[in-house]
């Protein structure tokens, strides 16, 4: 509970650095002892000093220096390393007698991670995560933690905790996925792997989409109409949040203590300017600083609090997406996914859920965007699941394969087509090698032209499954997980989950 309070309190506004306030050598907050500066690209480094100073940076055998602009601003760009577990000092000086000196930086590989709560979770609070803590001694894995800092105009400046080794006294605090998605893909390829970690738990998916993208969509007319809505009560519900946050911190410290049970409902923070929910907000305070550091690509853990307009999803994502490719400078870099997993919302059969699901997959339209299926690995009481590690691993065997390269499977049965056989449907998948059930059959219906579902028998036939059901003798169409929190059973040989999929469109 401490840690889903921690995660939920979303008025929390962290200040914006000042830009240049005394005209001193200064660094992004992105570079620091430990850094991980991605290989094989140019990588730009950057910051602020005094007005017509030069400023030179120095990595590896490379010297390369600029002038300061009349804003104070200054980049140079380092050409592409290759990637090395090695430490180096990165010295940045300037020709007014300034220097810092970061230590230990190495080259490999680095992905953005963002998203809501389910990203934001710390290893700590995971499955087995005091085990794994104790035990880590990973000196290639290393994560950057962006400090929420929600904006109402672009910034250039963000705070950070530092690039931190992944080692028992930091790991704790790392993103669960994370830091599992860093360790699989380290060891798989062997080299250094960096997290630059911006999430925040129960925001939506239009703070993080800048708004005039935002208002570009056809989702924008009925967002716009909820904040004003909100705009007019924000006085009203910032006065008395105080109030009911301290009430519900009381209810939490008792059931620390005694186990008395709750009995009120967690206080949303109010809506408004200045916190997390605005449009744009986490877009302007939490990527848009990010950039233009150089990394590989994008790992996205979000949805769960735009599940009731999964309608509207498919197109902000998607805009999303292409809006932050472009800040890295418009190359399509990897952008994975991660598909909400089972969760019952409070109806298991309801399809809530699953429609949000399909909502992601519109996704895979756009190139080099991928998704991992984790219809397994929910909990259906529970919001947080804390089995994060075979989220962060599937990341990483999606990643090994689809960006670095490496043999093997990667995904789950996904469905292919479906033809009516017999009694029955014929369904056929890609990556459905050795296709298993693990435990029996379930999560399979057929409906015929009354469009009505029911339960189904499912077998399998080499690399197809053959769905019936006595009630629905000529059936027309067939859907696998189709809810909100299914009990999933079909996998490859690979141990991978099949895809929840529809056959119709009703």
Known sequence: MKILAALASSLVVV???AANSSDHLAPASLFSDHAVLQCDQPVPIWGVAAPGSRVTVAHRGQTVSSL???DGKWTVTLAALPATASGAALVISSDRGESVTFADVVVGEVWLASGQSNMEWPLQGAQDGAAVIAAADLPLVRELHVERSPADQPASTVRTSGWRVAGPQHAGDFSAVGFFFARALSAGIKVPVGIIHSSWGGTEIESWLAEPVLRRAKAWPGFDQRWQEALKVFPQKQAEYPALDAAWQKQEREWNATGKPFTMEWPHPPVGPGTAYAPGALCNGMILPLAPYALRGFLWYQGESNVPRAGEYAELLALMIRDWRARWGGAERPFLIVQLPNFSNGHPEG???AKFREAQTRALALPNVTLAVNIDVGDANDLHPPNKRPV???????????????????TGPVFQSATRSGAGMRVRFSHAADLVFHGQPTAFEVAGADHVFHVATAR???RSVQVESPEVPEPVAVRYAWTNSPVASLFNGAGLPAAPFRSDDW
């Open 15 to 17: 200040g914006i650095v």
């Open 68 to 70: 300061v602009g009349p």
């Open 351 to 353: 399809r809530d859920w």
């Open 392 to 410: 962060g691993e599937r990341l990483a065997l999606i990643a090994e394969n689809q960006v670095y390269g490496r043999a093997g499977e990667w």
């Open 460 to 462: 399998i036939d080499d």
